[in-house]
Every structure is written in C-alpha cells, then in structure tokens.
C-alpha cells in the first residue's frame, strides 16, 4: 500500500514500537488523516488483528484505504466509547493519537488553515460543523476574542488585535484569509512575522474545532477502552495539549491532580513508559520540517 503526499507521518518507527504490536491485537488510530500510521499499523497485524481509525474530515475519509482488518470511522475521536461500543469491541490493546493537522489542510487555500493562501477564512475540520474561523471572529464579543488568541495561542497583542478585530467587523465582515491579516499584522512583529502568525491562526482553528475539549473527552475515554497492560501512545505539537496528555497519562486527568486510595496509592489508570517524550532526531526532521515540534508520549494500562 502506497501512501500519498496528504500527509507524512510523524514519529511512525517510534510509534508503531510504543504499541507494541501484537498479530491478533485490537488497535485504534484516532487521527487517520493521510492513513499513514493506519497503513503501518495494519501491516503488522496477523489475520486475527483489527484496526478503527477515526477522522472528521470527510477528504481524510474518502481516501482511506481498503484493507480485511481495517475499519475507518468517520466521526471525532471524541466518540472513542461510544464506537467501540456499537462495534462490539470489549477492549482494545492499543490506542494512538497523532494531533498534527494534515499537510492537506494547510496546503488547501480552501480549508482556510493556513496565511500563506488566499481564501475563506473556514477552518472546520469537519465541513459539517456549522461554526467557521469568520463566524466566530464577526459574532463573538472582544473579550472572548482575547481570551481564544491569548489562551490557545498565547499571542501578547491579543487584547489589542480582538479590538481591531471588532471595529474592523463593524465596517465589513472578517471573511477571508486575505482581511483578516490585513487586521493582525500591524500588531505583528515583521521579524517573527510567520511564528507569530501561525501562533494567532492556531489559537481560531483550536477554538473553532473545539479541539482541547475534543483532547479531553477522548483522554478519559481511553481509560475505559484499552486493556491492561495496553498502550496509549499520542502525539502533541504544541504546549497546551501536551501538558494535557502529560498530565492524564501521569495522574488520570488533565489538570495534574493527584488523587489516592485510602491506602496512599496514585488510582492512575495509566502509568507513564518513560520520563521524557520521544522526538524526532535530525533526520526526520530534514525530511519533514513539520515534524520539528512533534512529543509522543506512551504510557502503559495499569492493572485496576
């Protein structure tokens, strides 16, 4: 099975190794996207293994590939239960999350991922939703605004540029990629002009698609899908959803509180495979820059 430039995968070797792949294990990709993990993961499986993806992306859907112990969902991992429930799967082996976005999404001017297109300022992930990166900036009030660009992405002039934001909209709507970096960019440094830009449109697309509390629901959900003894393995990009997984592989939630029994033990569902996240070396990088900022964290079912 070939895969096509839709998207390269991260961290594959070191992801399939964190599974640690049995023939005739159940197993989920919980971001299909370019199907390259999927594909992997596939190929290491016996007659009696299966594979769920999942993705809520209708492109990512339609190029998924065919394969007898392949099943592609279509739907946010954040129905993990919910699926494996309705296809009468009692517990999975392993589960992985890749949370990059797909070279597709940033290369298609359509998609309005990316400031370096012209275009529809969109950003859904799922088409279906009805909420875009527009509507949100033309009918949320500033300080929202503020909160979404200083939170998610932790942009310093976010107060100011949710002010420009909203006397802009008052004149004509904020619509297309092209308005809206006509907004920004004075209150950018021209010097870091591309981080500090990416920083801003990575604070819409998390807000428009939901994307820490989608992170949330699905980190809970694996405690009561995988076996013990099964792996979880995820991939983060940037500091906000890896604090999460770094936080609810160590302690069970995504906040970092520790609880114990009365006996004084963590009640942890997972235990963390290793102190430090896997990066790419030099190598991966130099043949996929985008890889730069991936951590893939794996952490190890508990028994109770």
Do not use: C
């Amino acid at each position: 099975m070939q895969e096509e430039i839709y998207h390269i995968p991260a961290l594959l070797p070191q992801s399939l190794e964190a599974l640690a792949i049995k023939p005739d294990g159940v197993y989920v990709d919980a971001t299909f996207g370019g199907g390259g993990h999927s594909r992997a993961i596939v190929e290491s499986l016996g007659k009696e293994g299966h594979l769920y993806s999942f993705d809520q992306d209708e492109d990512a859907v339609a190029r998924a590939f065919e394969a007898p112990r392949f099943t592609i969902v279509y739907s946010n991992f954040r129905y993990l239960s919910n699926f494996m429930r309705y296809y009468g799967v009692d517990g999975v082996d392993g589960v992985l999350a890749d949370l990059g976005v797909s070279f597709h999404h940033f290369d298609d001017a359509e998609r309005g991922f990316s400031f370096r297109w012209s275009g529809a300022l969109d950003m859904r992930m799922n088409r279906k939703s009805p909420r875009t990166a527009a509507q949100f900036l033309n009918t949320a009030p500033e300080e929202k605004i503020a909160d979404v660009l200083y939170l998610y992405g932790e942009v310093r002039a976010a107060r100011r540029i949710a002010s420009a934001v909203v006397r802009a909209r008052a004149e004509t709507p904020v619509d297309t990629v092209e308005r809206f970096l006509q907004i920004v960019k004075p209150f950018v440094n021209p010097r870091q002009e591309k981080k500090e830009l990416a920083m801003i449109f990575q604070a819409l697309r998390i807000e428009v698609n939901g994307e820490l509390d989608a992170l949330r629901s699905f980190l809970e959900q694996t405690a009561k899908v995988i076996k013990p003894g099964g792996r979880l393995a995820v991939i983060t990009y940037h500091s906000l959803e890896d604090r999460m997984v770094k936080n609810f592989m160590r302690t069970g939630n995504v906040e970092g509180r520790e609880n114990k029994d009365l006996f004084g033990r963590s009640d942890a569902p997972f235990r963390l495979a290793g102190s430090k996240p896997v990066v790419p070396d030099a190598e991966e990088v130099e043949r996929n820059p985008r890889s730069r900022s991936a951590k893939l964290r794996v952490a190890v079912r508990n028994a109770w």
